[in-house]
């Protein structure tokens, strides 16, 4: 079974500075997807960025870029100027594409992030 | 847009009470899933679906059901609702595309269940 480990229960950053919310993963498979969950405050979640396990460049979406070591098992996110806006709960997630459960995704606890007027 | 729409955001039951919990998709996803949303805990998996009337569970499935006769439709049912259900639900759909990256989850607003 895959476990998904986020480590900072809570994290706060100042509007404009830069903060990497960590990600660390266990797993046996090769072929995985890995993902970000933004859950604003009473709101829905949406996806933040997505990597795939096979490519080897770094995923970014505008301001939010990843940090993916697969032999580390570690998937970090980097937001870059910092919004009040990104205030949130995040998630990351793994996702098999193999044998039993796969295409389901395995949620960390999440990181809780405030950002600092 | 994706639209995961989930029948009540705020719901209080009864110990006992049978409750449905109902969700539906516009973008003819294959898959449906059944999340619960606890603090410390993160999303677990109750149930998902990958096509109309077939079913799987998924971590946690005890005391719960579901149902999927429509392939936009996936209720979640508490047979008899217990104290230790008070829980976010939330639910996600997502199209089946065997290899494909686009095989994200999109997400409800969430369902906050209160059992008194």
């Known amino acids: 079974a895959q476990t998904v480990t986020q480590s900072q229960p809570e994290m706060s950053v100042q509007e404009a500075e830069t903060v990497t919310l960590s990600c660390t993963y266990d797993?046996?498979?090769?072929?995985?997807?890995l993902f970000w969950y933004k859950q604003p405050p009473s709101r829905q979640m949406i996806l933040v960025i997505r990597?795939?396990?096979?490519?080897?460049q770094n995923a970014t979406e505008n301001r939010f870029s990843v940090n993916f070591q697969k032999a580390a098992k570690s998937f970090s996110l980097k937001i870059s100027d910092s919004q009040l806006g990104d205030t949130a709960m995040y998630f990351c997630?793994?996702?098999?594409?193999?044998?039993?459960?796969?295409?389901?995704?395995?949620f960390g606890k999440g990181t809780k992030l405030s950002v600092i007027p | 847009d994706v639209k995961v729409t989930q029948s009540s955001r705020y719901l209080v039951k009864r110990t006992g009470e049978k409750v449905f919990l109902e969700c539906v998709q516009d973008m003819d996803h294959e898959n449906m899933f059944w999340y619960r949303q606890d603090p410390g805990l993160g999303l677990r998996l109750i149930y998902f679906?990958?096509?109309?009337?077939?079913?799987e569970k998924g971590d946690i499935p005890e005391g719960y059901s579901v149902s999927r006769e429509k392939k936009e439709r996936f209720s979640l049912i508490l047979e008899s609702a217990s104290t230790n259900q008070t829980s976010m639900y939330l639910c996600a759909s997502s199209f089946w595309l065997a290899g494909a990256s686009y095989n994200e989850q999109f997400f409800g607003p969430g369902t906050r269940l209160t059992v008194l």
């Open positions: 997630a793994f996702m098999k594409l193999q044998g039993a459960g796969s295409y389901q995704l395995t």
């Open positions: 679906s990958y096509d109309v009337k077939m079913k």
């Open positions: 990597q795939e396990a096979y490519k080897q």
């Open positions: 797993t046996s498979e090769n072929n995985y997807y």
